[in-house]
Each structure stands twice: as C-alpha cells, then as structure tokens.
C-alpha cells in the first residue's frame, strides 16, 4: 500500500509518499513549500491570504497525488498555526470545499508523541529528550526505557520567534537573549522540570538545516549526525557577530529556504539543550510524517 501524508505546519508544508509493506515504511519522495503560514496570522487568525497561500499548496500537492496513479489514500494533518487559530473551522470547511481534503487538527501533545515514535524508527530514543522545533511550536518529549513520561508544546517556533523577536533579517545578540527568556518562560509555563539528561535527540526541518550548518561550518563530513552543544553555542556567537554580507552568504549556501529562520532555530535549540544540562545533539531523519505512519498505519507505539 502507497501513502500520502501532508504536514501542515507553521513554516513549511510538506507531502512525503510512503510505501507499506507489512510493517516495512519506505520514503518513497518528498515535495515542500516554504508557506510561512504563521506570518499570516492577525489578532490570532489566519488571514485570507494566508487561507488562498493554503489552499494553493494544497491544490499543487493533490495534483502531484493524482498523477502519482499508485496512492491509496491522503492524510492531511495540521500543527500549530492552524490548531491555535481562532478560524481554523472555517479553514478546514474551505479546504474541504476548495481541494477535496479532510484535515486532522494534531493537539501538540499527539504531535509531540508522534515526533518520538518516527524518530524510533531510524534513531535510538531510548532515554533523555526529544525535541521537535517547527515553525510556530516546539515539541519537548521526555523519554525513559523506550516509554513517553511527559510531552508537551512550548509555543516558540523557529518562525514565530523571527517574526515576534526579529527587527530585520539577521538575529542580533540583544534579540537572542530575547528569544532564549521566551523558551525559559514558556518551559516555566508548562512546569517542565530542569533536570539534567544525557542526549537531545532532535527532528523536524530545523534540526536538519542545524546540522547541514553545523557540518559545513566545522569542516565535518556529511553523513555525521550529532552535535555538540558547546559548538552549536559557539557557532550560534560566530553568526551573530559575522560581517552581514559573510552570514548571509554562508546561510545562502546551505540551506536558502531558512535564510531567515534557521538562526532562531538554532538559538532554540541550544536553549533546549542548556535547560536539560545535554551536551549532545542527535539528529534524526525521521520524525512527525514516519510517526503518523506507524501510528496511524500500522498502530505501532
């Protein structure tokens, strides 16, 4: 059986397609679109451009679906900028009338668990933290002998943090210290306790972009998976301080489509790794989509 899972979330949609075979997932390819629906919402509401943004993707991933004849069936699935939105009943009525899909509203706790179940699949989560930083949200999941004892969603993104932190393009070190005092008060929010694990293991579109960075930036061969956190601090300070012209070229060079958030992205999930006192990162390359489709699919936890 051949499936397709859309993610909609804050920052990017995405469509992978996966291949089932018995309790075998397959990706087999990947589409996305830089949306940035979070940059759409006014007074806590999805604008109409954003909606019309929204339904266009849409409609260019249900036309790839078609002409992919071999898919059995779609599932849309929504994050936080849709699940916070005070219209997201009149945004699921117009995708459904306008393109035909049906979409789940993920609560930020079954996303967070999600996000640790695709990240079993390729990446040893047996113990310590899992984070997922989207555009508009952060997943924090608390794991111990291969078990869930706390998840929860911190509402600071690698894009609403550009967007409610950032005056101009680049991250200067009094908006850093912005966004890090958000994360704090957010994890203080959610009476998530400060106590010391041994590995971070990261998912999701900014880890991924970290990592691409991070390798670059050091000199490290691309098929490496971690990072230390020490270095990713140091490297979020070298950034920060660079000549505008240097930054914006070495970003450009690696990973374009986050010009503007994968700085914040970073800074977040240096803070994440400060609170739980972690000094390694894992990166997995599975995440949320993998997770629906073991969970949903298959009903594998």
Request: with cysteine; hydrophobic share 40%; net charge negative.
């Amino acid at each position: 059986m051949i499936y397709g899972v859309i993610d909609i979330g804050s920052n990017t949609i995405r469509l992978s397609v996966f291949k089932v075979v018995g309790e075998s997932v397959n990706n087999l390819f990947n589409e996305k679109d830089q949306a940035s629906l979070r940059s759409f919402v006014e007074e806590g509401k999805v604008n109409e451009k954003g909606i019309e943004r929204l339904i266009r993707v849409l409609k260019k991933f249900k036309s790839l679906i078609n002409n992919f004849d071999d898919i059995d069936q779609v599932f849309p699935f929504a994050t936080a900028t849709i699940r916070d939105a005070a219209n997201r009943m009149e945004i699921l009525a117009r995708v459904k009338e306008e393109v035909g899909f049906d979409i789940e509203i993920l609560s930020a706790e079954e996303e967070a668990r999600l996000a640790f179940v695709g990240a079993s699949s390729s990446t040893d989560v047996s113990r310590g933290v899992l984070t997922d930083i989207g555009g508009g949200s952060s997943e924090i999941v608390i794991i111990d002998q291969e078990k869930v004892l706390k998840a929860t969603s911190l509402k600071i993104g690698s894009l609403s943090a550009f967007d409610d932190f950032v005056d101009k393009l680049f991250v200067t070190k009094e908006e850093r210290k912005l966004i890090e005092d958000e994360v704090k008060k957010q994890f203080e929010k959610r009476k998530m306790y400060k106590e010391p694990h041994d590995l971070l293991c990261a998912v999701g579109g900014s880890a991924r972009a970290s990592l691409m960075l991070y390798n670059e930036y050091f000199n490290i061969d691309t098929t490496n998976t971690s990072m230390e956190v020490d270095k990713l601090n140091q490297l979020v300070k070298d950034i920060i301080n660079m000549d505008e012209r240097k930054k914006l070229d070495l970003i450009l060079a690696v990973k374009a489509d986050r010009i503007h958030t994968l700085i914040p992205g970073m800074i977040i999930l240096v803070k994440i790794a400060k609170y739980f006192s972690i000094g390694q990162i894992n990166v997995s390359q599975t995440g949320v989509r993998e997770g629906y489709i073991y969970d949903k699919i298959l009903g594998k936890e």
